[in-house]
């Protein structure tokens, strides 16, 4: 897909890995709809794709709820009347062991509530974003790109039953629309990135950060834009689909 004058949804846009892909786009020439969280400080984002010259507009939504999720589609393919590209990136975490013991005795475990935050926004989301997008895909007939993103810990790490179970699901559910959508001309694919340095890190005491690095072949962490990287790639090459990109350093869980 040459992605001058497309346009590209982002999910969770505002910061991180999200607002690098979606200035990635930008730079590429694609205009962005940038979806994040009413509440979050989509300015900056904004601002850095409309520095590249590129149309760019926010829209406030909880990507796990389904009206609204169908209400920011509508409104994204009426403001820039085309959808050719969708990025699931939006997720959260909320880490914790199945059972924590001790002596015997269970001292914590992970809660409903912890498990089904993270499967509603990661798993849910996914699913409700990338169904929305690709009906008006193929209504719009341009035919567009979907890419899920996943994680290294979907082969399963400590304290990430949720996180894990949802990001095994999103690589899935690529592969699958990936064979579904193929006769519309809708591509899918997913990235899998491993630890990455965004602003959730900053605020981790060194020697964490050290022993995050350390198993890494590579050794050192992901950057942003070579996740953003990865994503334009999937988009650009006509001949990619139903695969997912481990982009991890090397490291293996």
Known sequence: ???????????????????????????????????????????????????HGASARGYGANVADEAQVGATFDAITRDFGRLDGLVNNAGIIRDALLVRAKDGEITGKMSLAQWQAVIDVNLTGVFLCGREAAERMIRLGNGG???????????????????????????????????????????????????????????????????????????????????AHAARFIFENEFFTGRVIDLDGGLRL
């Open 145 to 227: 790109v979907i890419v899920n993103i996943s994680s290294i810990s979907r082969h399963g790490n400590v304290g990430q039953s949720n996180y894990a179970a949802a990001k095994a699901g999103v690589a899935a559910l690529a592969v699958v629309w990936a064979r579904e959508l193929a006769r519309y001309r809708i591509r899918v694919g997913a990235i899998a990135p491993g630890f990455t340095h965004t602003s959730i890190l900053d605020a981790m005491k060194p020697e964490i950060l050290e022993k995050m690095i350390a198993p890494v072949p590579i050794g050192r962490l992901g950057q942003p834009e070579e996740i």
């Open 1 to 51: 897909m040459d992605l001058k004058g497309k346009t590209v949804a982002v999910t969770g846009a505002a910061r991180g890995i999200g607002r690098s892909m979606a200035e990635g786009f930008a730079a590429a020439g694609a205009n962005l709809a940038l979806i994040d969280v009413p509440e979050s400080d989509m300015s900056a984002a904004l601002a850095a794709c409309s520095a």
